[in-house]
């Protein structure tokens, strides 16, 4: 199985700050990473698919980058409505998919 | 409006089973892969099940492989989840989800653009 690791589990920063959440893969995923973005008593919503091209509708101010293990969602200036959890989820798999552990990320 | 709608969910014992209904509109159906993702409370997001849009390529988590049951039926734009032999670590929230594709575990792009509110499911004696 193919296993995800986000850093940090849990992030305090404050609105119009840059943030940078990492996603690491147990072996080489190509492109085939998603992100979603899930708020308190909500279902998850997509930002993010093939690592880098943003979902319609979601705000230019997130972006996503890497191939192969290593990858990354930044949000470019923190807005009141991002403070939410966070979760990649891989779709290399032919066996099963995998989501992150879930980041955090908090208002400071 | 795309919709999915789940039902189904609440207390059962363990060992019991439970079937859990996702009811789609405002989409094809049948031209999209569907999955179950559920989340136990307080914890994240575990891909439980998926289904190609023809039922031809069904995938399962370990954690419930011989124990659930995917299916789907076009005609009445429905996805199902069968549980048998619940356990305790079952208890969760269970969302359906659609696929942006038609089929799923093809080691290619595959992501889910539509969420449900989920279906709680409480195994406990």
């Known amino acids: 199985d193919i296993q995800m690791t986000q850093s940090p589990s849990s992030l305090s920063a404050s609105v119009g700050d840059r943030v940078t959440i990492t996603c690491r893969a147990s072996?080489?995923?190509?492109?085939?990473l998603n992100w979603y973005q899930q708020k308190p008593g909500k279902a998850p919503k997509l930002l993010i698919y093939?690592?880098?091209s943003l979902q319609s509708g979601v705000p230019s101010r997130f972006s996503g980058s890497g191939s192969g293990t290593d990858f990354t969602l930044t949000i470019s200036s923190l807005q009141p409505e991002d403070f939410a959890t966070y979760y990649c989820?891989?779709?290399?798999?032919?066996?099963?998919?995998?989501f992150g552990q879930g980041t955090k990320l908090e208002i400071k | 409006e795309v919709q999915l709608v789940e039902s189904g969910g609440g207390l059962v014992q363990p060992g019991r089973s439970l079937r859990l209904s996702c009811a789609a509109s405002?989409?094809?159906?049948?031209?999209?892969?569907m999955h179950w993702v559920r989340q136990a409370p307080g914890k994240g997001l575990e891909w439980v099940s998926g289904?190609?849009?023809?039922?031809?390529?069904?995938g399962y988590a370990d954690s419930v492989k011989g124990r659930f049951t995917i299916s789907r039926d076009n005609a009445k734009n429905s996805l199902y989840l069968q549980m048998n032999s619940l356990r305790a670590e079952d208890t969760a929230l269970y969302y359906c989800a659609k696929d942006i594709s038609m089929d799923i575990l093809t080691g290619y792009y595959s992501y889910m653009d539509v969420w449900g509110k989920g279906t709680t499911v409480t195994v406990s004696s």
């Open positions: 405002g989409f094809t159906f049948d031209d999209y892969a």
């Open positions: 072996q080489s995923i190509s492109s085939y």
């Open positions: 093939a690592a880098s």
């Open positions: 989820q891989q779709s290399y798999s032919t066996h099963m998919y995998t």
């Open positions: 289904i190609s849009w023809n039922s031809g390529s069904i």
